[in-house]
C-alpha cells in the first residue's frame, strides 16, 4: 500500500480527522505528514489534527467530537437544538471548565463562542444529542433555560424571551430539575419570578 492509501485509511478509520500520533503509528514520520500537507494532500485542521484536502465536506460536528471531547453543547447552539430559537448561531456554543486549555480552543475551520464554567456547575445537566448523525454531549433543556438566566446580558432579548414561551410550552419540560438546577446556579428567584408567570399565564 502506498503512503497516499496509508494516510487515505488512516483518516477513514479516524472519522475524518487524523492525529500525527495515527499517522506516527502505522509507520510515517511527521517528515511525511508535513510533506503531505506541502504536496496538498493533506490538510492542518488545527496543530496535530489533519484532514484530506479534498474532504471539504467534514462536519463542523465531527470536528467538534474529535478536538473538544470534553465541551459541552449550551446557551445559543442548545436553545436551537432544543427548537427554542429559530435563530441558527454562526458559530457553536460550547462550555468548558474555567481550567480548560486556552490554546486549545483554536481551531482553524471552526467558529466557537466559549462558555466558561466552575467546575461545580459544569456536569449540571449533562447528557447527549445527536447532532447531523454525530453524538455530542448536550446540555439538557432545564440547565439550558437557568443558562439563559446566568448568561441573560449575552442574549438579546427576543431570543430570551422566546427561548422561556417556548420552554413553558414543551411537553417534555422537568419542573422540579428546573428549580433543582436554579438552585445549585443561583438563578432560582429570578427564574422563578418568570416562570411562575409563564407557567401559570
Not at 500537507?37 to 479534498?54: D, N, S, T, V
Not at 471531547?69 to 474555567?98: H, M, T
Not at 459544569?122 to 437557568?146: H, M
Amino acid at each position: 500500500m502506498n503512503k497516499m492509501e496509508t494516510v487515505k485509511n488512516i483518516i477513514k478509520n479516524n472519522d475524518g480527522i487524523a492525529k500525527t500520533a495515527d499517522f506516527v503509528a502505522e509507520g510515517l514520520t511527521n517528515y511525511d505528514v508535513a510533506n503531505l500537507c506541502k504536496e496538498g494532500y493533506l490538510e492542518r485542521i488545527k496543530h496535530g489534527y489533519y484532514q484530506l484536502a479534498e474532504q471539504k465536506d467534514i462536519k463542523e460536528e465531527q470536528v467538534l467530537a474529535t478536538l473538544l471531547p470534553e465541551s459541552i453543547v449550551c446557551v445559543e447552539s442548545a436553545l436551537f437544538y432544543y427548537g427554542y430559537s429559530d435563530f441558527s448561531p454562526r458559530q457553536w456554543s460550547i462550555a468548558v471548565p474555567r481550567t480548560f486549555s486556552r490554546t486549545r480552543l483554536h481551531i482553524d475551520s471552526l467558529a466557537t463562542k466559549v462558555y466558561f464554567m466552575q467546575p461545580t456547575l459544569f456536569e449540571i445537566g449533562k447528557t447527549s444529542g445527536d447532532f447531523n448523525g454525530v453524538q455530542l454531549a448536550v446540555y439538557d433543556r432545564e440547565r439550558t433555560i437557568c443558562d439563559c438566566f446566568k448568561y441573560r446580558t449575552k442574549l438579546d432579548n427576543e431570543m430570551f424571551n422566546k427561548a422561556l414561551n417556548a420552554y413553558a410550552a414543551d411537553k417534555k419540560k422537568n419542573l422540579s430539575n428546573l428549580s433543582n438546577y436554579a438552585k445549585k446556579m443561583r438563578v432560582y428567584k429570578k427564574l422563578m419570578d418568570v416562570m411562575e408567570v409563564l407557567l401559570n399565564g
